[in-house]
């Protein structure tokens, strides 16, 4: 069943995250920190080709509780997940049971590890609360990493840079919960204010804010189709990038040449043209994008996105039939244009509307007052 993602009361959250929090310890937290969800107007499979991606922050959070304890560990719970945590602060960190611990255990073994110097927050207790949904797509990992990070630093008194911070919460995600991810996720919920979508040059990590115009709002729509990222298909479109790359002979494929490209289809690596050709192509439509932005041409950005949708279902082969047929019904429901978002294979799709110009009911849901991003 699809449905708009509706944005969420922060305050009521973290709130929700206090009283959790002395409910399971029996005394006040000292602090609360929080981090949002993203989503990706454009720029798919781009990050770890070195390229650009253009997420914002949603409107739904992961927030934690937490407050110092006498001895030398970290004990974690939640309401988003059974179980909880307990990881000896002075031992090695190992993988474990409850699965999510290991976006805890990834994120507290890197901040031992930093290159300026160990972050140690000492003991402490945590509650963790969320309204990221999991498994669509949003990026409810990064946003219990970043949030967890956030507690850390606090903990330990000393602030992190924020993409510093990103990078800490990516290492974590690579060792620990075994995706080879790019940074977008990470940056986005660092950075990404309300309101504003963050071009990101993943090469370089220069970001830059760009206000959504007035005249424009994005929705969220959730496919219902889970999307888990840990089951080998975004591990392998990140291989045959690299593979592509190598026989490119460039770095990566943010430097791949037009050229480069009718060589790999020359040589009959159709499929390995087919990522590479989605991943150059989409990096242009990222910048095209923002130009559009930048000239109030909704119409030309409405089709940017529609081309990204048309390449990651027939290039990257990461679409579902279901998730294809959700786009359609957001552009028959007045959309200037609609894609997937995220890693692919069910989560979330993304559509561009020019206020008040709905003019059907969104696929799934009568009457929409959803996760818009709307300009600060
Ligand atoms: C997932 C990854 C990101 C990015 C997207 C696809 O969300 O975590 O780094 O690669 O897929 O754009």
């Known amino acids: 069943m699809t449905r708009v993602v509706e944005a969420a009361d922060a305050a009521a959250l973290e709130e929700r995250a206090r009283r959790g929090f002395t409910a399971r310890f029996g005394r006040e937290p000292s602090l609360v920190v929080s981090a949002p969800g993203r989503a990706n107007l454009i720029g798919e499979h781009t990050d770890y080709n070195d390229g650009f991606v ?66 140690d927050p000492g003991g402490f207790d945590a509650w963790i609360e969320s309204d990221v ?43 620990y919960a075994g995706v080879p991810c790019g940074i977008m996720d990470q940056m986005a919920s660092t950075l990404a204010g309300e309101g504003e979508l963050l071009l990101i040059d993943c090469r370089s990590l220069e970001h830059e804010r760009i206000v959504l115009p007035a005249q424009l709002e994005i929705v969220v729509v959730d496919s219902g189709l889970p999307h888990d990222l840990g089951e080998g298909e975004f591990a392998r479109r990140v291989a045959e990038c690299r593979e592509a790359a190598r026989k490119l002979g ?24 087919r990522r590479a050709r989605h991943v150059v192509e989409e990096n242009q439509r990222v910048l095209d994008a923002v130009a559009a932005i930048r000239t109030n041409d909704w119409r030309r950005l409405g089709d940017l996105l529609d081309e990204s949708h048309a390449s990651l279902r027939d290039l990257y082969e990461v679409s579902r039939p279901e998730m294809d047929a959700l786009v359609h019904g957001l552009r028959r429901a007045g959309a200037l244009g609609a894609r997937m978002t995220g890693g692919g294979f069910g989560g979330c799709a993304v559509a561009l509307f020019e206020r008040g110009r709905r003019t059907l009911a969104l696929p799934g849901q009568p009457k929409n007052t959803g996760n818009r991003l709307s300009p600060a």
């Open 54 to 119: 253009l997420p914002f922050a949603i409107a739904r959070r992961t927030a934690i509780a937490a407050a110092p304890r006498e001895d030398r560990s970290v004990e974690a719970a939640g309401a988003l997940a059974p179980g909880s945590v307990q990881i000896p602060l002075d031992g090695a960190i190992e993988r474990g049971e409850p699965r999510w611990g290991d976006y805890l255990r990834g994120v507290l073994a890197e901040s031992r590890a930093l290159p300026g110097g160990a972050l």
């Open 133 to 175: 949904p999991v498994g669509a797509g949003l990026s409810s990992s990064a946003a219990l990493e970043v949030a967890f990070a956030g507690v850390i630093e606090a903990l330990a008194g000393r602030p992190l840079d924020p993409l510093d911070k990103a990078a800490l919460c990516q290492r974590a995600e690579h060792a």
């Open 250 to 273: 460039v770095a990566s494929l943010r430097d791949a040449t037009p050229d480069g490209l009718e060589q790999l289809r020359a040589s009959g690596e159709t499929l390995l043209w």
